[in-house]
């Protein structure tokens, strides 16, 4: 029962009291009439019914409060519906491929959304499922080594333009397994993910994103019998590709604000960079072993201390704990306006549904199927009056008596969805229908919070491929309700209002005050260092710039917009902004208009300028 009602009932009590006592000295003939005096009243049964009324109008009041969220959901859904749905767990997982197994020679694809099975946690039978995020190719290659040394003084004279600029690098030495040939490997670009410590991770990602020079392939001998050089463009932060989302989009939701949610729901998930043009370097290999120096304008003694072969990880990507599944047939009672939808009734604390991605019925009279239109998402466009429609309302899941006096499994609780069929208007739909058939998205509630942790949190994959093994090296992150609710909904529906604004509209304090309040609607609010972080954006300033296009062909001048960040490092307890700083360039870029550019620059109030990037519309340089 929602503890609300109480709290309504009291008010409404301790009101008609009060105002019973000012109408029967107002009026005391009429309050006689009605038992009722000064100080109360008297009359046990007027009591009695005084209570009964209060009972009804706190129920009145629930009801009411209930067609807020019906508005601010039906609102969110066709245009975010991310934000009216739980967010699910999510984790960074590792293949361990059969090195010596002989179709890796040429690549074994994974492409994203590859369906993974965690072994079950104990007691339990239901078995959590992932999708993997990232496209990844299985090669016979093995990581050995990794270090982060001063500049390298083999370096040939010439063999690099900016050799002199040189103060660090990253050598990362590899080795072929399996009888297999470096120069005859099909591959031109391959992924790593930063695996260490998340603080070690977090800068020397900003090493390599931000101060990376080129990068060099060779032969491990020193000298190198062999080299083949790579500009700095060849290294790719990897995460930020729609293709790569890890939460589903189905094109109405603005970009920017998907990586926000995921940034602040799992950070991990942008520990990813590769390195491409390696084709061309491996064609001149001729021993098993390479090496990639990547070359950086600064020198980090932190990490040249603590950095090794487990600070980078091959073979990894993203996964989410989000899947299609048919929903267990949802039957129609006469005259209900609202139906549960119920992944599995045999275990329903095992499912939650994440999206409604098709709705059917069928006719009691001839047995046709029916199928139902999303309302909101589909009735402006609809030219051919389909007239079949639903809406999807979402609640917390209300908690059993034996919940609360001994506590959840988990403590996570989740949602539960309902379904209402309408017609064009919105009235309720009055066809006779026996069943509805639901295809949803979904998740398993708080059930991966019972996996056991590290490398015993193993998977299987439900395909065939040459895998010894896969495990989670991070997370699985715990899930989240929607963040959609009755206090955050007119903040989020506020928000929306930004993209009518050109961003040089904004001073620079209002531009970091909403900021932090946009960060602080994606943010757990129980997180304490997000908190701070976003605590920690002290200034953006917009300005408009009119510069030289850095492209190719005839010379070309654009209109964009310089977004300058300013953050205090201190509020990052150590780690590097810089991560924070990358999601935050690609959602201005993604802001700015289709002929403009933005160019944004991160800047530490103690270090100084930390980053700068091109000049960009959404991801694509501008041209």
Same mark, same amino acid.
């Given at each position: 029962?929602?503890?609300?009602?109480?709290?309504?009932?009291?008010?409404?009590?301790?009101?008609?009291?009060?105002? %019973?006592?000012?109408? @029967?000295? /107002?009026?005391?003939?009429? *309050?006689? +009439?009605? &038992? !009722?005096?000064?100080? #109360?009243?008297?009359?046990?049964?007027?009591?009695?019914?005084?209570?009964?009324?209060?009972?009804?109008?706190?129920?009145?009041?629930?009801?009411?409060?209930?067609?807020?969220?019906?508005?601010?959901?039906?609102?969110?859904?066709?245009?975010?519906?991310?934000?009216?749905?739980?967010?699910?767990?999510?984790?960074?997982?590792?293949?361990?491929?059969?090195?010596?197994?002989?179709?890796?020679?040429?690549?074994?694809?994974?492409?994203?959304?590859?369906?993974?099975?965690?072994?079950?946690?104990?007691?339990?039978?239901?078995?959590?499922?992932?999708?993997?995020?990232?496209?990844?190719?299985?090669?016979?290659?093995?990581?050995?080594?990794?270090?982060?040394?001063?500049?390298?003084?083999?370096?040939?004279? %010439?063999?690099?333009? @900016?050799? /002199?600029?040189?103060?660090? *690098?990253? +050598?990362? &030495? !590899?080795?072929?397994? #399996?009888?297999?040939?470096?120069?005859?490997?099909?591959?031109?670009?391959?992924?790593?993910?930063?695996?260490?410590?998340?603080?070690?991770?977090?800068?020397?990602?900003?090493?390599?994103?931000?101060?990376?020079?080129?990068?060099?392939?060779?032969?491990?001998?020193?000298?190198?019998?062999?080299?083949?050089?790579?500009?700095?463009?060849?290294?790719?932060?990897?995460?930020?590709?729609?293709?790569?989302?890890?939460?589903?989009?189905?094109?109405?939701?603005?970009?920017?604000?998907?990586?926000?949610?995921?940034?602040?729901?799992?950070?991990?998930?942008?520990?990813?960079?590769?390195?491409?043009?390696?084709?061309?370097?491996?064609?001149?290999?001729?021993?098993?072993?390479?090496?990639?120096?990547?070359?950086?304008?600064?020198?980090?003694?932190?990490?040249?201390?603590?950095?090794?072969?487990?600070? !980078?990880?091959?073979?990894?990507?993203?996964?989410?704990?989000?899947?299609?599944?048919?929903?267990?047939?949802?039957?129609?009672?006469?005259?209900?306006?609202?139906?549960?939808?119920?992944?599995?009734?045999?275990?329903?604390?095992?499912?939650?549904?994440?999206?409604?991605?098709?709705?059917?019925?069928?006719?009691?009279?001839?047995?046709?199927?029916?199928?139902?239109?999303?309302?909101?998402?589909?009735?402006?466009?609809?030219?051919?009056?389909?007239?079949?429609?639903?809406?999807?309302?979402?609640?917390?899941?209300?908690?059993?008596?034996?919940?609360?006096?001994?506590?959840?499994?988990?403590?996570?609780?989740?949602?539960?969805?309902?379904?209402?069929?309408?017609?064009?208007?919105?009235?309720?739909?009055?066809?006779?229908?026996?069943?509805?058939?639901?295809?949803?998205?979904?998740?398993?509630?708080?059930?991966?919070? !019972?996996?056991?942790?590290?490398?015993?949190?193993?998977?299987?994959?439900?395909?065939?491929?040459?895998?010894?093994?896969?495990?989670?090296?991070?997370?699985?992150?715990?899930?989240?309700?929607?963040?959609?609710?009755?206090?955050?909904?007119?903040?989020?529906?506020?928000?929306?209002?930004?993209?009518?604004?050109?961003?040089?509209?904004?001073?620079?304090?209002?531009?970091?005050?909403?900021?932090?309040?946009?960060?602080?609607?994606?943010?757990?609010?129980?997180?304490?260092?997000?908190?701070?972080?976003?605590?920690?954006?002290?200034?953006?300033?917009?300005?408009?710039?009119?510069?030289?296009?850095?492209?190719?062909?005839?010379?070309?001048?654009?209109?964009?917009?310089?977004?300058?960040?300013?953050?205090?490092?201190?509020?990052?307890?150590?780690?590097?902004?810089?991560?924070?700083?990358?999601?935050?360039?690609?959602?201005?870029?993604?802001?700015?208009?289709?002929?403009?550019?933005?160019?944004?620059?991160?800047?530490?109030?103690?270090?100084?300028?930390?980053?700068?990037?091109?000049?960009?519309?959404?991801?694509?340089?501008?041209?």
């Amino acid at each position: 029962m929602d503890t609300r009602l109480l709290d309504y009932y009291n008010r409404e009590l301790a009101y008609l009291r009060e105002l %019973g006592g000012e109408f @029967a000295q /107002q009026f005391p003939k009429v *309050a006689a +009439r009605l &038992r !009722l005096n000064e100080s #109360g009243p008297p009359d046990p049964y007027v009591e009695r019914l005084l209570e009964g009324f209060s009972f009804l109008t706190a129920r009145v009041q629930l009801k009411m409060d209930a067609e807020f969220p019906r508005f601010t959901q039906a609102l969110l859904d066709a245009v975010y519906p991310g934000y009216i749905a739980p967010l699910p767990s999510m984790a960074i997982v590792r293949f361990a491929p059969m090195l010596n197994e002989g179709s890796l020679a040429q690549g074994w694809r994974l492409p994203a959304g590859t369906a993974l099975r965690a072994r079950p946690a104990a007691s339990e039978q239901t078995a959590c499922e992932f999708r993997t995020a990232h496209d990844l190719t299985l090669w016979p290659l093995e990581l050995t080594d990794a270090t982060v040394t001063g500049a390298p003084s083999w370096l040939p004279r %010439g063999a690099f333009a @900016a050799r /002199q600029d040189v103060r660090g *690098a990253l +050598r990362i &030495r !590899l080795k072929a397994r #399996g009888g297999a040939k470096l120069s005859q490997l099909p591959l031109d670009r391959l992924t790593f993910h930063l695996a260490g410590p998340e603080r070690d991770a977090l800068h020397l990602l900003e090493l390599i994103a931000a101060h990376a020079l080129g990068v060099v392939c060779h032969d491990p001998a020193q000298p190198p019998r062999w080299l083949h050089t790579l500009d700095a463009d060849a290294i790719v932060h990897e995460g930020f590709d729609p293709a790569q989302a890890i939460l589903p989009d189905d094109g109405r939701s603005f970009h920017g604000y998907r990586l926000l949610r995921e940034y602040f729901a799992f950070p991990a998930r942008f520990l990813f960079f590769s390195i491409g043009g390696l084709r061309a370097a491996l064609a001149r290999a001729t021993g098993d072993e390479f090496e990639l120096t990547v070359l950086f304008d600064r020198h980090d003694a932190a990490l040249e201390a603590a950095v090794s072969a487990k600070h !980078l990880a091959l073979n990894c990507t993203p996964a989410v704990n989000l899947f299609a599944r048919r929903a267990d047939r949802i039957p129609l009672q006469p005259g209900a306006r609202e139906h549960h939808v119920v992944v599995d009734r045999s275990r329903p604390l095992d499912y939650e549904v994440y999206a409604v991605q098709r709705l059917a019925s069928e006719q009691r009279d001839d047995g046709q199927s029916r199928e139902f239109r999303p309302f909101h998402a589909s009735i402006a466009s609809d030219d051919g009056n389909h007239g079949a429609y639903y809406t999807v309302r979402r609640e917390p899941r209300l908690v059993s008596t034996q919940a609360r006096a001994s506590g959840t499994r988990t403590g996570y609780v989740g949602s539960e969805t309902y379904v209402s069929l309408v017609d064009s208007q919105c009235a309720p739909y009055d066809e006779t229908m026996r069943y509805l058939a639901a295809d949803t998205l979904c998740t398993n509630r708080d059930l991966v919070l !019972l996996q056991p942790p590290g490398d015993a949190n193993t998977f299987t994959l439900r395909v065939s491929a040459p895998v010894e093994s896969i495990v989670a090296i991070r997370g699985p992150s715990r899930p989240r309700p929607p963040i959609a609710d009755a206090q955050t909904a007119w903040r989020l529906i506020r928000h929306l209002g930004l993209a009518r604004h050109t961003l040089t509209d904004l001073d620079d304090d209002e531009g970091a005050h909403a900021l932090r309040e946009l960060l602080g609607l994606h943010a757990d609010p129980a997180d304490a260092a997000m908190r701070r972080q976003i605590d920690g954006v002290l200034r953006v300033a917009f300005s408009p710039v009119f510069r030289r296009l850095p492209t190719a062909g005839p010379l070309m001048f654009g209109r964009g917009v310089q977004v300058d960040v300013t953050v205090d490092d201190h509020a990052f307890s150590g780690d590097s902004p810089f991560l924070l700083g990358a999601v935050l360039e690609q959602f201005f870029a993604r802001h700015v208009s289709i002929n403009a550019f933005a160019e944004c620059v991160l800047t530490s109030a103690q270090r100084g300028t930390l980053a700068r990037w091109p000049a960009r519309i959404g991801r694509r340089p501008a041209i």
